[in-house]
Each structure stands twice: as C-alpha cells, then as structure tokens.
T-cell receptor
C-alpha cells in the first residue's frame, strides 16, 4: 500500500523566514497530493493541493512542488507569520483513487 | 465551500458500552465518506471507506465488527464503536467526498474517551 513519509517532524522558523516541509510517497499510481493544516483540537483544513500532471502550484504565500520521478513533494511557506504555527499533514492518493494516506505530520512553530 | 457536521464533538463513555458518531454533509451529496482515527500527536489513520447504500470497506487491521459503519443516505454516515475499551479512546474524524472531486472537507471530529 501507499507509504507517505514526512520530514522534518518539527520545524521552528523566525517570523518572516520561509518554511519547507518535504514528503515522499511510494505508490507510483498516486495522482493527487493535498496538504492540510491542523490547529490544536480542530479539524484539518485543506490549504493547497496538486495533481500529478502539474509540477508546481502557488497560492499567495503557499506553494507546492511535485517531483513524480523521485516521488516527493514539498510545501513551501514564505514570509511566515505566527498564525502559520500548526501541524501540517501531507497526503497522497492510494492506488490513484479517492482514498488518502497521510504523513505523520509536521509541527511548525513560527517564532515572533 | 462544503459544510460537514460531525456529532458529538466529544463523548465520554464507560468500558463495554457503544458510541455512535454521526457525520453529515449539509449542503451537498456525499457519495463517499471516509472515517479516520487520530491518536494524540499522530497522523490520521484511515479506518474505512463508506459509499452510500453499500457496505463499508475496511482498512487492514480495522475490525469491522467493532467499528460499524452505516451510510444509509447521501448526507449521513455513522460510525458506531461497539463494546468500547480505553484503548479506543481517540479522535475520530470523517472526510467527505461529493460527486466529481476528491473531497476537501473534514468533519469537526469527535473526541472519544472511554473510562
């Protein structure tokens, strides 16, 4: 089955700096890669996603890049702000269908 | 955007009792609902996939007789934790998919504590 690995497990950055989280996946049939932000005690919120026919996608301060050959994708947050502090989960579709396998999450702390 | 309601938001129950969790899509028809479990500071683990009107598909290692899933309508799926034990204490959360997309919306989650 799909195995999604997420690194690093924790990341601290100074406010205004950039943060990068990387994920790798194992299933070559995976074709959908969403990123979720989860604040303590709340539901995960989709922040950006990318499909396998695209290499990069950007939405304001957030971008995602995908390398299908290497089977990894990354989340980039620029100009970080304290409200970006949360746990971020990457996910990959399983067998190219609508089920998702999640990474273990990354705790991002933005230091004011 | 899609609105998904999950109820209850938290519940405390005694060992051996059963607990039912509801997941409702309020403004669209949910063809598929996914149930996840999340232990503290851990990832979301997919438990099962339910399609309206058919039996749920369980992931490996998830006991179907313990975690009963019913998806009787296009707007409601329920997860019943039967004969709950303390090790079942967790955060249970649904994810909902409508027609033609992968489904971006999670329910608000249910914090289950079994004492």
């Amino acid at each position: 089955g799909e195995n999604v690995e997420q690194h690093p497990s924790t990341l601290s950055v100074q406010e205004g700096d950039s943060a990068v989280i990387k994920c790798t996946y194992s299933d070559s049939a995976s074709n959908y890669f969403p990123w979720y932000k989860q604040e303590l005690g709340k539901r995960p919120q989709l922040i950006i996603d990318i499909r396998s026919n695209v290499g990069e996608k950007k939405d304001q301060r957030i971008a995602v890049t995908l390398n299908k050959t290497a089977k990894h994708f990354s989340l980039h947050i620029t100009e970080t702000q304290p409200e970006d502090s949360a746990v971020y989960f990457c996910a990959a579709s399983i067998n190219g269908n609508n089920r998702l396998a999640f990474g273990k999450g990354n705790q991002v702390v933005v230091i004011p | 955007g899609a609105v998904v309601s999950q109820h209850p938001s938290w519940v405390i129950c005694k060992s051996g009792t059963s607990v039912k969790i509801e997941c409702r899509s309020l403004d669209f028809q949910a063809t598929t609902m996914f149930w996840y479990r999340q232990f503290p500071k851990q990832s979301l683990m997919l438990m099962a996939t339910s399609n309206e009107g058919s039996k749920a598909t369980y992931e490996q290692g998830v006991e179907k007789d313990k975690f009963l899933i019913n998806h009787a309508s296009l707007t409601l799926s329920t997860l019943t934790v039967t004969s709950a034990h303390p090790e079942d204490s967790s955060f249970y959360i649904c994810r909902v998919q409508g027609l033609g997309d992968y489904g971006y919306t999670f329910g608000s989650g249910t914090r289950l504590t079994v004492v």
